[in-house]
Protein backbone atom coordinates (compact mmCIF):
# COMPACT_ATOMS: atom_id res chain seq x y z
CA UNK A 1 0.00 0.00 0.00
CA UNK A 2 1.09 3.41 -0.93
CA UNK A 3 2.09 6.43 1.52
CA UNK A 4 -1.53 7.61 3.32
CA UNK A 5 -1.89 10.82 4.84
CA UNK A 6 -4.14 12.53 7.42
CA UNK A 7 -4.73 15.95 6.26
CA UNK A 8 -4.18 19.06 8.20
CA UNK A 9 -7.54 20.38 7.87
CA UNK A 10 -8.63 16.95 9.54
CA UNK A 11 -6.48 17.13 11.86
CA UNK A 12 -7.81 20.53 12.75
CA UNK A 13 -11.06 19.73 12.77
CA UNK A 14 -10.01 16.91 15.17
CA UNK A 15 -8.57 19.53 17.60
CA UNK A 16 -11.66 22.06 17.24
CA UNK A 17 -14.11 19.36 18.24
CA UNK A 18 -11.03 18.35 21.52
CA UNK A 19 -11.57 22.03 22.58
CA UNK A 20 -15.48 21.97 21.69
CA UNK A 21 -15.72 18.44 23.80
CA UNK A 22 -13.40 19.70 26.91
CA UNK A 23 -13.78 23.66 26.83
CA UNK A 24 -17.55 23.67 26.27
CA UNK A 25 -18.54 22.42 29.52
CA UNK A 26 -15.73 23.66 31.79
CA UNK A 27 -16.86 27.13 29.87
CA UNK A 28 -20.21 26.84 31.53
CA UNK A 29 -18.77 25.78 34.44
CA UNK A 30 -16.76 28.81 35.45
CA UNK A 31 -19.67 30.89 34.41
CA UNK A 32 -22.00 29.31 36.67
CA UNK A 33 -19.51 29.59 39.62
CA UNK A 34 -18.30 33.13 38.65
CA UNK A 35 -21.64 34.58 37.52
CA UNK A 36 -24.29 32.51 39.58
CA UNK A 37 -21.74 31.84 42.53
CA UNK A 38 -22.73 28.39 42.33
CA UNK A 39 -20.36 25.88 44.49
CA UNK A 40 -18.46 23.74 42.43
CA UNK A 41 -18.81 21.00 44.32
CA UNK A 42 -22.08 20.30 42.50
CA UNK A 43 -20.00 20.12 39.39
CA UNK A 44 -17.92 17.58 40.87
CA UNK A 45 -20.72 15.34 42.20
CA UNK A 46 -22.27 15.33 38.86
CA UNK A 47 -18.95 14.02 37.40
CA UNK A 48 -18.89 11.37 39.99
CA UNK A 49 -22.58 10.73 39.68
CA UNK A 50 -21.91 9.97 36.06
CA UNK A 51 -19.37 7.69 36.75
CA UNK A 52 -20.65 5.73 39.20
CA UNK A 53 -23.94 5.27 37.94
CA UNK A 54 -22.75 4.90 34.05
CA UNK A 55 -19.09 3.80 34.03
CA UNK A 56 -19.45 1.01 36.90
CA UNK A 57 -22.99 0.20 37.47
CA UNK A 58 -24.56 0.48 34.04
CA UNK A 59 -21.39 -1.55 32.81
CA UNK A 60 -22.18 -4.17 35.40
CA UNK A 61 -25.23 -4.86 34.16
CA UNK A 62 -23.98 -4.89 30.47
CA UNK A 63 -21.23 -7.61 31.58
CA UNK A 64 -24.37 -9.27 33.07
CA UNK A 65 -26.63 -9.13 30.48
CA UNK A 66 -24.48 -9.71 27.53
CA UNK A 67 -23.14 -12.98 29.04
CA UNK A 68 -26.70 -14.01 29.53
CA UNK A 69 -28.09 -12.42 25.42
CA UNK A 70 -25.18 -14.48 23.61
CA UNK A 71 -25.47 -13.62 19.86
CA UNK A 72 -28.95 -12.54 20.66
CA UNK A 73 -28.37 -8.95 20.36
CA UNK A 74 -26.37 -9.45 17.06
CA UNK A 75 -29.65 -11.19 15.43
CA UNK A 76 -31.80 -8.30 17.19
CA UNK A 77 -30.35 -5.29 16.83
CA UNK A 78 -33.55 -3.03 17.40
CA UNK A 79 -33.81 -5.11 20.45
CA UNK A 80 -30.05 -4.42 21.56
CA UNK A 81 -30.72 -0.61 20.49
CA UNK A 82 -33.87 -0.71 23.18
CA UNK A 83 -32.20 -2.35 25.92
CA UNK A 84 -29.19 -0.04 25.69
CA UNK A 85 -31.23 3.04 25.43
CA UNK A 86 -33.39 2.02 28.48
CA UNK A 87 -29.86 1.00 30.54
CA UNK A 88 -28.64 4.61 29.89
CA UNK A 89 -31.93 6.15 30.89
CA UNK A 90 -32.53 4.57 33.59
CA UNK A 91 -28.98 4.60 35.37
CA UNK A 92 -28.02 8.22 34.59
CA UNK A 93 -31.55 9.56 35.48
CA UNK A 94 -31.83 6.95 38.97
CA UNK A 95 -28.35 8.88 38.94
CA UNK A 96 -29.40 11.99 39.37
CA UNK A 97 -32.75 11.52 41.18
CA UNK A 98 -30.15 10.00 44.01
CA UNK A 99 -27.84 12.94 43.75
CA UNK A 100 -30.09 15.35 44.50
CA UNK A 101 -32.66 13.97 46.81
CA UNK A 102 -30.35 12.16 49.02
CA UNK A 103 -26.86 14.05 48.31
CA UNK A 104 -27.62 17.14 47.35
CA UNK A 105 -30.88 17.71 49.86
CA UNK A 106 -31.73 21.10 51.31
CA UNK A 107 -29.03 23.13 48.56
CA UNK A 108 -31.46 21.75 45.47
CA UNK A 109 -32.40 25.34 43.85
CA UNK A 110 -32.51 25.30 40.16
CA UNK A 111 -28.92 26.83 39.98
CA UNK A 112 -27.29 23.75 41.77
CA UNK A 113 -29.12 21.52 39.50
CA UNK A 114 -27.94 23.41 36.31
CA UNK A 115 -24.50 23.14 37.81
CA UNK A 116 -25.08 19.53 38.64
CA UNK A 117 -25.69 18.78 34.98
CA UNK A 118 -22.70 20.48 33.52
CA UNK A 119 -21.04 18.22 35.43
CA UNK A 120 -22.92 15.20 34.20
CA UNK A 121 -22.57 15.64 30.81
CA UNK A 122 -18.73 17.38 31.04
CA UNK A 123 -17.21 14.57 32.33
CA UNK A 124 -18.85 12.40 29.72
CA UNK A 125 -17.96 15.04 27.05
CA UNK A 126 -14.11 15.32 28.21
CA UNK A 127 -13.62 11.53 28.69
CA UNK A 128 -15.37 10.01 25.41
CA UNK A 129 -14.94 13.24 23.06
CA UNK A 130 -11.75 14.38 24.17
CA UNK A 131 -10.39 11.05 24.42
CA UNK A 132 -11.58 9.49 20.48
CA UNK A 133 -9.73 13.31 19.51
CA UNK A 134 -6.87 12.84 20.82
CA UNK A 135 -6.73 9.05 19.82
CA UNK A 136 -7.14 10.02 16.43
CA UNK A 137 -4.81 12.83 16.83
CA UNK A 138 -1.88 10.85 17.97
CA UNK A 139 -2.45 8.18 15.24
CA UNK A 140 -2.92 10.78 12.53
CA UNK A 141 0.39 12.33 13.72
CA UNK A 142 2.42 8.66 13.78
CA UNK A 143 0.79 7.57 10.34
CA UNK A 144 1.94 11.03 8.82
CA UNK A 145 4.96 10.43 10.10
CA UNK A 146 5.42 7.02 8.86
CA UNK A 147 5.68 5.35 12.19
CA UNK A 148 2.53 2.72 11.46
CA UNK A 149 3.45 1.67 7.94
CA UNK A 150 4.03 -1.80 9.30
CA UNK A 151 0.00 -1.74 10.45
CA UNK A 152 -0.63 -1.02 7.18
CA UNK A 153 -0.36 -4.71 6.23
CA UNK A 154 -2.98 -6.04 8.87
CA UNK A 155 -6.86 -5.65 7.63
CA UNK A 156 -8.47 -4.74 10.51
CA UNK A 157 -5.75 -1.79 11.16
CA UNK A 158 -5.19 -0.49 7.97
CA UNK A 159 -9.32 -0.27 7.93
CA UNK A 160 -9.13 1.62 10.59
CA UNK A 161 -6.12 3.86 9.77
CA UNK A 162 -7.49 4.25 5.77
CA UNK A 163 -10.51 5.95 7.37
CA UNK A 164 -8.88 8.62 9.24
CA UNK A 165 -7.21 9.30 5.53
CA UNK A 166 -10.17 8.99 3.34
CA UNK A 167 -12.97 10.36 6.05
CA UNK A 168 -13.92 14.39 5.05
CA UNK A 169 -12.35 17.03 7.23
CA UNK A 170 -15.51 18.31 8.39
CA UNK A 171 -16.33 14.96 9.78
CA UNK A 172 -14.03 14.90 12.34
CA UNK A 173 -16.23 17.64 13.30
CA UNK A 174 -18.99 15.34 14.23
CA UNK A 175 -17.32 14.58 17.17
CA UNK A 176 -17.41 17.86 19.09
CA UNK A 177 -20.97 19.10 17.65
CA UNK A 178 -22.49 15.55 18.76
CA UNK A 179 -20.50 16.38 22.58
CA UNK A 180 -22.10 20.27 21.99
CA UNK A 181 -25.60 18.39 21.76
CA UNK A 182 -25.48 15.86 24.65
CA UNK A 183 -23.84 18.53 27.74
CA UNK A 184 -27.08 20.45 26.76
CA UNK A 185 -29.37 17.43 26.60
CA UNK A 186 -27.69 16.81 30.89
CA UNK A 187 -28.56 19.99 31.69
CA UNK A 188 -32.21 20.12 30.25
CA UNK A 189 -32.43 16.17 32.06
CA UNK A 190 -30.93 17.77 35.03
CA UNK A 191 -33.76 20.31 35.53
CA UNK A 192 -36.51 17.75 34.62
CA UNK A 193 -35.40 15.38 37.67
CA UNK A 194 -34.64 18.78 39.68
CA UNK A 195 -38.43 19.40 39.56
CA UNK A 196 -39.22 15.89 39.92
CA UNK A 197 -37.91 15.96 43.04
CA UNK A 198 -38.41 19.90 44.21
CA UNK A 199 -41.86 19.48 43.92
CA UNK A 200 -41.94 16.05 44.71
CA UNK A 201 -43.69 14.50 41.61
CA UNK A 202 -42.24 11.30 40.40
CA UNK A 203 -43.59 11.99 36.78
CA UNK A 204 -40.46 14.62 35.71
CA UNK A 205 -38.03 11.54 36.58
CA UNK A 206 -40.26 9.09 34.67
CA UNK A 207 -40.06 11.67 31.94
CA UNK A 208 -36.36 12.37 31.91
CA UNK A 209 -35.93 8.53 31.50
CA UNK A 210 -38.40 8.21 28.75
CA UNK A 211 -36.44 11.02 27.14
CA UNK A 212 -33.31 9.70 27.45
CA UNK A 213 -34.22 6.36 26.44
CA UNK A 214 -36.02 7.79 23.20
CA UNK A 215 -32.97 10.06 22.21
CA UNK A 216 -30.41 7.30 22.65
CA UNK A 217 -31.99 4.25 21.13
CA UNK A 218 -33.13 6.39 17.82
CA UNK A 219 -29.27 7.74 17.63
CA UNK A 220 -28.31 3.74 17.64
CA UNK A 221 -31.16 3.12 15.44
CA UNK A 222 -30.73 5.69 12.96
CA UNK A 223 -27.18 5.24 12.34
CA UNK A 224 -27.31 2.02 10.56
CA UNK A 225 -29.69 3.57 7.93
CA UNK A 226 -29.22 7.56 7.60
CA UNK A 227 -26.29 9.57 7.41
CA UNK A 228 -24.12 10.35 10.59
CA UNK A 229 -24.50 14.61 9.31
CA UNK A 230 -28.27 14.23 9.27
CA UNK A 231 -27.88 12.44 12.87
CA UNK A 232 -26.31 14.87 14.42
CA UNK A 233 -27.63 18.39 12.94
CA UNK A 234 -31.16 16.39 13.57
CA UNK A 235 -29.69 15.88 17.05
CA UNK A 236 -28.68 19.37 17.73
CA UNK A 237 -31.65 21.05 16.66
CA UNK A 238 -33.89 19.07 18.55
CA UNK A 239 -31.30 19.53 21.62
CA UNK A 240 -31.65 23.63 21.13
CA UNK A 241 -35.66 23.36 21.09
CA UNK A 242 -35.17 21.13 24.42
CA UNK A 243 -32.80 23.82 25.73
CA UNK A 244 -35.30 26.54 24.95
CA UNK A 245 -38.28 25.03 26.41
CA UNK A 246 -36.57 24.31 29.39
CA UNK A 247 -34.94 27.90 29.65
CA UNK A 248 -38.73 29.20 29.50
CA UNK A 249 -39.24 26.87 32.68
CA UNK A 250 -36.25 27.73 34.43
CA UNK A 251 -36.71 31.45 34.02
CA UNK A 252 -40.75 31.03 35.65
CA UNK A 253 -38.94 28.72 38.06
CA UNK A 254 -40.70 30.22 41.53
CA UNK A 255 -40.25 26.91 43.64
CA UNK A 256 -36.69 27.71 44.46
CA UNK A 257 -34.28 28.29 47.86
CA UNK A 258 -31.14 30.59 47.57
CA UNK A 259 -28.36 28.92 47.43
CA UNK A 260 -25.16 29.05 49.79
Not at 58 to 86: K, R
Not at 122 to 132: F, M, Q, T
Not at 210 to 225: E, M, R
Request: charged residues 10%; hydrophobic residues 55%; aromatic residues 14%.
Amino acid sequence: MGNVNVSTLSMLAMVVSFLISVFFPLGLCIYMKAREHVSLKYFFLGCGTFILFAFVLEQILHIVVGMAAGDYFNEHFMVYALYGGFAAGLFEETGRYVAMKYWMKKNLNKKSAVMYGIGHGGVEAIVIGSLACISNLVTSVLLNAGQLDELLGNAAASSTLVQLVELPAWQFLLVGMERFSTVILHICLSYLVYLAVKRKKFGFYILAILIHWGIDTILVAAAQFIPTIIIEVGLLAVMLIFAWVVCKAYRNESLDIQPE
